[in-house]
């Protein structure tokens, strides 16, 4: 079994954490002499029945499963037991190298052809192909669009291509380099420099700080095509493969077709190569303090370590998770609640098992602080730790956790037939990697409910004793402050905190809802807007004037999702209280309720699947929540409490202005300092208010620090009050029940008077031709831009979607012209927005990030995709190949509840959105060129661009 692993790097830019003339020696061996044993059948954990298991005669392993959500998509993965472990000192780094050369060139894909291949079959790069390799494993990835055999032969041939058919031309890997090189100066920063410190010195001993899938600059610089071969012909072996085909199979076994494109990978003639022991940690070095000025907090972790036994998914390992699961989370619930406390000096604790890669294992404590009071924050944490260990948890607190987790159990089983694929096949991968087993949520539900039924708080402080009964004490810690003598710090506050005489908790009695509808009358609403079985929604409007709509779907079983637009938002607060706008969501729902505050609601909705989110948005407040059927009047109880009865109380505001000079003191640090303290506001015209593309006005440090929820509530509480309401639901739940559990709350309100709005709607545009330079203070060798071009608004749906393409369209040249062609940018990207609010208002914007020294030509690079664009426009074959996947996505998009219900929620309101709702696949189907190349002339010539370049700080002697 593979290690676990937490470092990835993965070919698409927006993942956390990457992605060939002769063809490996067809030798005449196709048996394998040795196949990896399934980990299910070496266990008494039942394997997934949906799963059908299998290997062939040469080694490659396969599994697959028919699932019919999202609707006729099928996700291939090629896993290859090879990642950065695997390679020699001369080799750091070529798993990953490998990886990206699977792109540049096959048998059956000529080297430049294969992004283009994916997107005229309906496939965006990044987001339906993509790959990852990390310190274990290298994963190819292709999520198909259509589910006939057409396809599904295309799709195998691709990933036969990666296993067994790569060209690996030396041109190709030459150029390589330079993309890789950007990758890493791409990935580069403070945080990611502080992990590697810290890996060297924690796991040292090991192969994993010698090891980083990125490898190393020296060593791929010599990379060449032999190399590079003799790596795929040694590691990339059936032996070390495993198919897996999960979706919409539509009853069809792929199996043949698994066999008929990967039977006749040959396996070498060389003996199989296995992954190398990375080692144990010495731990030499228990106590480690890690100094990096550019990080704004410090992140320690307590732990008692010792070493990870290797033992295999079980019933009785299980069951011994179920009960450490349940300290922790009883004992993170803790945390939680005293985070808001005012003398809390951490920002944030939370406790787990301690180690990465399978090498190490203990109880341990994390803890987020503000540099100046770190040393009380670990001390205080750890307090909370030792409370725990000794006196155990509160039957409240258990009573919470057990009603939570049988109630996912039950929502796990009546939801699996249409939970997306998503989860299925990553359960499939997590076995092959690490032999954890996917067992069905009904055999979970059989296994766990009964021990957790049966669950006692002794339990639970037996098995968080466990944990911490044994192994050594190793305290780590990175953050901006320099600490000389770790060891001698970490000791002292460590035996400080065991010194201190502690209390048990203090048991908590569970109020009363104090919010119920029942026994309500439920007044008749008015059925208004379209009918019938063509109908795009269901629209009532109740005589107090609140506007109902309702779209009954079978899309995700037991899932409906509740939104409530209020008033005018934004546009009804005062231009000058930008803090407002920026902590307004935050504070207002931590202030909970006139009768609860946030942690007796937490405690009453255990059992229940509900939530409740407030926002301010542009143009509305929302509030919203997921929810059931049984528990959707419940659900809007909540909502109408928050909308009238909010507590207002400062729980969260201690919290949120501790952060605010770390906020600040990262800003000198990172390219968000400048891009939101000096170009936003030189770019957003008019009015402080209006957004797009992400900008924003971002208040001032003094106006956040003095912001208290008096302010807050002098902002929202008349607009709050303010007419319109319109409730829309979507989901699993029957228009009868939707529109008797509104009329009994919504609908039993006051009527609201109407309202005087103005006669115009409001303006703001962006600046054109800005030029701005600004350096920070950073180690970080990267330069990152940001160019917008200011267009206009989305009040027209046919602009709106011809400019989003656009944006679409520039993405792709930017990959082509700045990533491929000329090396300039790892991930170069651009998109577009329209507002729908500001008339005037909307942008394209390109970003990327490049070698400080070349920052001019980047800067060229980008503002000459802009121009030939607007000088020669688009030709067809470009709109037809690039509007392939966004019909795919928007197909998949409209099987989803969240789709619906963000394109339904102004439906009376804003009535023409329900056209735009109907016709959006046929508006990108008949996309129009003319208008396309006549936004591009209009919108995209250089000069327009507003640029900002972030730099960092040159440096003197």
Not at 599 to 619: H, K, M, N, P, Y
Not at 649 to 657: E, G, N, S
């Amino acid at each position: 079994m593979a290690r676990t692993t937490r470092l990835s790097w993965g070919f698409c830019a927006g993942l956390a954490p990457l992605l060939l003339a002769c063809h490996p020696p067809q030798v005449q061996q196709t048996v394998a002499t040795e196949v990896e044993v399934w980990p299910h059948t070496q266990t008494d954990l039942p394997a997934d029945p949906r799963v059908q298991y299998g290997a062939l005669d040469n080694g490659v392993r396969w599994a697959w499963a028919d699932h019919p959500e999202p609707q006729s998509r099928v996700y291939l993965r090629l896993h290859v037991n090879v990642g950065s472990l695997s390679e020699t000192e001369a080799e750091r780094g070529m798993a990953h190298f490998l990886e990206h050369m699977a792109f540049n060139g096959s048998e059956n894909f000529e080297a430049g052809t294969l992004v283009e291949w994916f997107q005229e079959q309906g496939m965006a790069f990044g987001a339906d192909t993509n790959a990852h390799t990390s310190f274990s494993e290298t994963v190819y990835k292709l999520d198909l669009p259509e589910n006939d055999e057409e396809t599904l032969r295309e799709g195998m041939l691709v990933l036969r291509d990666f296993a067994a058919g790569l060209d690996l031309d030396d041109a190709e890997v030459q150029a390589e380099k330079g993309v890789i090189d950007g990758e890493e100066r791409e990935r580069e920063s403070a945080g990611m420099r502080a992990f590697i410190e810290l890996l060297e010195q924690q796991y040292a001993g090991t192969l994993y700080p010698e090891r980083l899938p990125i490898g190393i600059k020296q060593a791929r610089d010599a990379f060449d095509a032999e190399m590079v071969r003799d790596f795929y012909q040694r590691r990339y072996r059936p032996e070390n493969m495993t198919l897996v085909v999960v979706g919409d199979l539509d009853g069809r076994d792929p199996s043949g077709l698994i066999a008929e494109y990967f039977a006749d990978v040959p396996v070498p003639k060389m003996p199989l190569e296995r992954e190398p022991d990375p080692g144990l940690p010495t731990l030499e070095q228990p106590f480690i303090a890690v100094q990096n000025r550019e990080l704004p907090t410090m992140q320690m972790t307590l732990a008692q370590v010792r070493p990870d036994e290797a033992v295999p998914d079980s019933r009785e390992e299980r069951l011994r998770a179920l009960r450490r699961g349940v300290a922790h989370a009883m004992l993170n619930l803790r945390f939680s609640e005293l985070v808001k406390e005012p003398d809390t000096p951490y920002l944030g604790a939370s406790v787990g098992l301690a180690g990465q890669f399978e090498l190490l294992t203990g109880g341990s404590l994390d803890v987020v602080a503000p540099p100046e009071q770190f040393g009380e924050a670990l001390e205080e944490a750890f307090i909370e730790v030792r409370r725990a260990l000794n006196f155990g948890f509160r039957q409240d607190e258990l009573e919470e956790i057990r009603a939570d987790w049988l109630l996912s159990m039950d929502e796990a089983v009546e939801r699996e037939a249409t939970t997306p694929s998503g989860a299925l096949r990553e359960s499939i991968l997590l076995e092959v990697e690490e032999g954890i087993v996917p067992t069905s949520a009904r055999f979970d539900r059989e296994l766990f409910r009964p021990a957790l039924e049966a669950l006692t708080v002794e339990d639970c402080l037996e098995a968080l004793r466990a944990e911490w009964r044994e192994g050594q004490l190793t305290i780590t810690c990175v953050g901006p402050i320099q600490i000389g003598d770790p060891e001698s710090l970490f000791t002292g506050i460590y035996e400080r905190a065991r010194e201190r005489k502690i209390q048990p908790s203090v048991e908590v009695a569970r109020k009363d809802w104090a919010y119920s509808s029942e026994g309500n009358s439920v007044p008749l609403p008015e059925v208004v807007g379209e009918s019938g079985e063509d109908a795009l929604v269901q629209q009532f409007r109740f005589r107090n004037g609140v506007m109902l709509n309702v779209k009954s779907t079978d899309f995700r079983d037991r899932e409906v999702l509740v939104s409530v637009r209020v008033g005018r938002g934004m546009l009804a607060m005062p231009v000058d209280q930008p803090a407002a706008m920026m902590l307004g969501d935050a504070l207002y729902s931590g202030g909970g309720l006139v009768e609860h505050d946030s942690d007796d609601i937490r405690r009453l909705t255990a059992g229940r699947q509900v939530g409740a989110g407030f926002s301010i948005g542009e143009d509305a407040f929302g509030l919203g929540g997921a929810t059931t059927a049984e528990d959707l009047p419940f659900q809007l109880e909540l909502l109408q409490a928050m909308l009238e009865h909010p507590g207002w109380r400062p729980d969260l505001l201690q919290l949120i202005r501790s952060q605010i000079p770390l906020i600040f003191e990262q800003f000198t640090h990172s390219a968000q300092g400048p891009l939101l303290m000096d170009f936003t506001p030189a770019l957003l015209q008019d009015d402080p208010r209006a957004s797009v593309l992400g900008f924003q006005n971002f208040p001032s440090r003094e106006a956040l620090e003095s912001f208290d929820m008096e302010a807050l509530r002098a902002v929202l509480e008349g607009p709050l009050s303010e007419p319109p309401i319109e409730i829309t639901i979507v989901g699993d739940v029957s228009v009868d029940d939707a529109v008797q559990a509104v009329g009994r709350t919504f609908g039993a309100m006051p009527e609201r008077e109407a309202l005087l709005l103005p006669a115009v709607m409001p303006q703001a545009s962006l600046a054109e031709g800005l030029r701005m330079t600004r350096r920070i203070d950073t180690e970080d060798e990267k330069a990152d831009l940001f160019l917008v071009f200011p267009t206009t608004d989305g009040m027209d749906d046919r602009t709106r979607r011809h400019l989003s393409f656009l944006g679409t369209i520039v993405d792709d040249r930017m990959r082509l012209r700045v990533r491929e062609e000329l090396g300039a940018a790892y991930s170069p990207s651009a998109g577009a927005e329209s507002s729908q609010t500001w008339l005037g208002l909307g942008g394209i914007m390109i970003q990327a990030s490049g070698d400080p020294a070349q920052s001019e030509a980047l800067l060229e690079a980008c503002l000459g995709v802009a121009q030939e664009l607007a000088d020669e426009g688009v030709s067809q074959q470009e709109i037809d190949r690039l509007v392939a996947p966004v019909l795919k996505q928007l197909r998949d998009a409209r099987r989803t509840n969240g789709y619906w219900i963000s394109v339904l929620d102004e439906a009376q309101t804003a009535p023409a959105s329900l056209e735009a709702a109907r016709t959006v696949l046929e508006a990108y189907e008949k996309l129009d060129r003319a208008f396309l190349n006549e936004l591009a002339a209009r919108y995209l010539p250089a000069a327009r661009g507003s640029v900002l370049l972030v730099l960092p700080q040159e440096q003197t002697d």
